[in-house]
């Protein structure tokens, strides 16, 4: 079974991040339940580590920006991001989704994944997550949940 950080980062998500009303689990016991439902312990502990990455992350996320600016993806984002990865990401900011100071988080939280390849539907998961840890953020998560979602009742059919 090879499991991947964001697949670990999703199992987290859908059954611990994201319960509204029980209260956060510490560390050592997402790692304990991660470990019980055979993820591999290194990668758990790189899933960990990530989630902390996006807890340091949150300073640098706040803020709306109000120049608009063009982004240039360094070389080594160019090889990391094909073309259609870098597109949504510029998508998700033209049309109020993510700030540009969130566009930054979501770069760096995608590239801590140190996946091989990285595609639009790992975009939109850490998309989520970003969203998800930032107060305020509601109506902007509430809308890329739409879209992940929507599209993936749109592929059952």
């Known amino acids: ?19 509204e009303d029980e209260p956060e689990p510490s560390r050592d016991a997402l ?5 019980r439902a055979g993820y591999p312990e290194r990668e758990v502990e790189r899933a960990l580590e990530w989630l902390e990455g996006l807890a340091d992350d949150q300073g640098r996320s706040v803020g709306e920006s109000t120049a608009r600016a063009v982004r240039v993806f360094s070389r080594h984002e160019n090889v990391r991001f094909d073309t259609s990865v870098r597109g949504y990401l510029v998508h998700l900011e033209n049309i109020g989704i993510l700030t540009a100071p969130q566009r930054e988080v979501v770069i760096d939280r995608l590239l801590a994944l140190d996946a091989d390849d990285i595609d639009i ?3 939109k998961w850490v998309v989520l997550m970003v969203l998800f840890s930032q107060p305020g953020q509601e109506n902007a998560y509430e809308r890329m949940e739409d879209l992940v979602f929507e599209e993936r009742r749109e592929a059952m059919h």
Not at 3 to 18: A, K, T
Not at 31 to 35: P, Q
């Open 121 to 123: 539907e790992q975009v």
């Open 1 to 19: 079974m090879k499991e991947s950080v964001l697949d670990i980062l999703i199992h987290l998500f859908e059954n611990f991040l994201d319960a």
């Open 31 to 35: 790692k304990l339940e991660l470990e």
